[in-house]
């Protein structure tokens, strides 16, 4: 008698477990050991001193280290962040600072004091604890589905693995606890199957409510997907009018959530004029090979190799389900269309007898599909329609429950066919099924924990005053903290609104954030993500030139001077203006601190203009209309000819629609010649909501005819440091690679943008040559408009 090798010659082993398999408490006994193992294995360091590490000092990582830290230890508010933003602040839950952790854990650090020099410690524990938690959340998940315990062991081992929230661990810390989604899942099918009885709806409401306010994104997923489940059960129920009840009181108890958070932020925020049209709506969608194919080793370089790195996933998707479920996946999708094609019944039908995992896989592939921007890539007016959608900025992230579900659907194929075996060799093939799952898995996620366990621990804490470096202890110990207001660092930094920012360098924002935290100062930089529009308007003229009044003056009812904090990093020549009006404070190699007055920072450089115009007067030369400090090339266009809505100077001004490509000007080959600099500038109106957002450019584009090639030099509006009003003067240097090319001046609105564009006075010099004309009360300087009266 012939027999596969394969199957039978592991036959003794196959009776071991068998034997095991009636034991229950093994599997949960063996799962918990494993579960350990592998956190201490990878995490035991962190997990024995997690006050020791920063899992990223640098980006988002350090600011939402910072946020949570600043709350806690030097907040005066519980929710009004103070530590960034001044002299405004932000409503905590726009921080990612685990607000539900930071209402704890600030009472009792007002109590106990040390507390908050260990809240690090305390939050670093939590997340690497939510780890070894996946591997049990995940296994009592799997038996709620009805699936045996063994099988519910092995394949939890492998989920757990591969949990895609595992890379958050990197910077975006309040979304790295991978229990959340099957957690919340767990409960929702734990009130299913006992009967509405009151206690279940009660947990799944207290956990929702949990995971909203460690962040937004996680109970909108989490409650997204369960309100999904709960209407596609709906849907599927043939006695739906005699549980219409039963379903209304779960849609309720996933409603009040939603409800109570909502109401929650819009009470207690004092913050107005926040942007109802974010960017990244479209950016950061999912695509089919982000859930499919594998994002690591050992199988990625082997894809990449043969497709020439031809696959490009979005990193905010990532959520692969590993080999045996996207091979799963494949069979199955291919078989259900050729069920479909020729109407036969295929064998995948018998896979589908559990009500509940039904639903919930359902559930998840219509959240995959929103997490592919279904059907709004398709119909882009449908997110006009519906602003509330375009407040998620990475629908990548909704791909997650399909990962668990997915996953926790291929544990239940293996099980079934364990269940419905009709002979030991098809038990057999199954067990074999379950034992080549986690051998793939276990390979698969290894290069994911080995990774985010090395990256992790490379940052010293530096929320511990003793792990500064020496530079930086003595910053923070050579001025007296409560004689200033606040922080302004430079070159300064700025995002938040969008509408308008600055770029900022690592080191100079780094500094920042650890000086303020061990000074108790707050910054009036800010790394958020949804502050005020006018709020970071008024903020960002700060760095204004001197020439025009800053609308902040009524605000800064702290008379203290700030305390100006700069690094190596170059500052641009409005701010060098700014540090001339500074004292000095503290120098050193690395860091230098001024000290700014209010009065300094608001005083006007209007007749300073006028003396120093006047001064060189004599020595200038006729340029047209203009003159200037050297002859060399100047372009000026004041669009007179045009008679827009809005203007700047003068009686005319461009007017487009913000969207798509508008040429401003158009010069043939030859007019720019190479190695020379040039500076573009050009006011623009700022002063609609969507004026200048939304990756909106303005441009210089070269035609190489000859090579047929195009380049561009972008700046980017909304980062412009000028501001005048409801007016924005973006100004850039560029260079010409061929002087015989075509150059173009455009702006370019993304297809989402809204609104029109009002753009006035064009102005194209040579870098170096500055440019006058008297113009009645009023100067003009490099384009600028200097009030004389």
Known sequence: MNRNPSI???????????????????????????????????????????????????????????????????????????????????????TDSHPV????????????????????????????????????????????????????????????????????????????????????????????????????????LINNLFWFFIHAYLGMIVSFFLI????????????????????????????????????????????????????????????????????HPPLRPWLDSITDHGIRQQWEAWSYVGLFTSLLVVVFLFTGLYGLITRRRTFISGFFGNRLMNISLLAAFVVLLFAMAFPFRQLPALVDLMPVIKQFRALGRFTWPFFFAATAFSAWVVNQVYTNAGSRRTKRIAILMAFTALALNIPESWSYHREVSHDIRRNTNLFRKENLDADLLRATEAFVPSDYQAIIALPFF??????????????????????????????????????????SKKILQMVTPDYYPKAIAADLTD?????????????????????????PVFSSPAISMLKLEVDDLLSSGNQRAWSDFMARRQQLHASGSFLTSREGFLYYNGFDDRKPEKVFRGSGGFEAMKKGRNVLAEFAPGTFESGKEYNISAW????????????????????????????????????????????SMPEFSFRVNNPLSGIYIVTVGPRDARGPLYIDDLLIREKGMDVYREEGDFLFFNNHRIDLR
Request: charged share 15%; net charge neutral; aromatic share 16%.
């Open 228 to 295: 999904v489940m709960s209407f596609v059960g709906f849907l599927t129920d043939k006695k739906r009018r005699e549980h219409l009840s039963g379903y209304l009181k779960m849609l309720a108890t996933l409603a009040l959530p939603v409800v109570f958070f909502f109401a929650f932020v819009r009470i207690t925020d004092t913050h107005t004029g926040r942007t109802n049209n974010p960017s990244g709506f479209f950016l950061y969608v999912a695509e089919a090979d982000d859930v499919l194919v594998p994002n």
């Open 8 to 94: 039978f010659a592991l036959k003794p082993a196959y009776s071991l477990i068998a034997v095991t398999m009636k034991n229950r408490n093994a599997p949960l006994i063996a799962l918990i050991i494993i579960a350990l193992a592998f956190t201490f294995g990878f995490y035991g360091s962190v997990l024995l001193h997690p006050g020791d590490y920063l899992f990223s000092a640098d980006g988002d990582g350090l600011k939402n280290y910072f946020t949570y830290n600043y709350q806690i230890r030097n907040n005066g508010s519980y929710t009004n962040f103070e530590g960034m933003n001044h002299p405004y602040g932000e409503h905590f839950m726009y």
């Open 559 to 583: 008379k203290r001077p700030f305390l100006i904090v700069r690094t190596a990093d170059p500052v641009s020549e409005y701010e060098l203006l700014l540090l001339g009006k500074c004292t």
């Open 101 to 204: 952790f930071v209402l704890l854990l600030k009472p009792l650090a007002e109590l106990f004091p040390s507390l908050a020099l260990n809240s690090t410690g305390i939050l670093n524990f939590l997340m690497i604890f939510s780890v070894l938690l996946t591997f049990i959340v995940v296994y009592f998940l799997l038996l709620e589905l009805n699936i045996r315990p063994w099988f519910s062991l092995l394949f939890s081992i492998g989920i757990a693995m591969l949990a895609p929230q595992i890379f958050r661990l990197g910077g975006h810390l309040a979304l790295s606890y991978s229990p959340a989604v099957p957690f919340s899942w767990f409960l929702m099918l734990r009130a299913l199957n006992r009967n509405g009885e009151k206690r279940h709806y009660a947990y799944l």
């Open 494 to 535: 700025y995002q938040g609104s969008e509408s308008y920012s600055r770029p900022g360098g690592s080191a100079t924002t780094r500094l920042a954030t650890l000086l303020s935290y061990h000074t108790r100062l707050p910054m009036v930089n800010a790394n958020l993500t949804r502050t005020s529009v006018p709020e």
């Open 684 to 727: 623009m109106y700022n002063g609609h909501p969507d004026a200048l957002n939304l990756y909106f450019r303005f441009m210089v584009e070269e035609y190489d005819e000859k090579q047929g090639t195009w380049t561009q030099t972008t700046c980017f509006p909304d980062q412009s440091e000028t501001i005048n009003g409801d007016w």
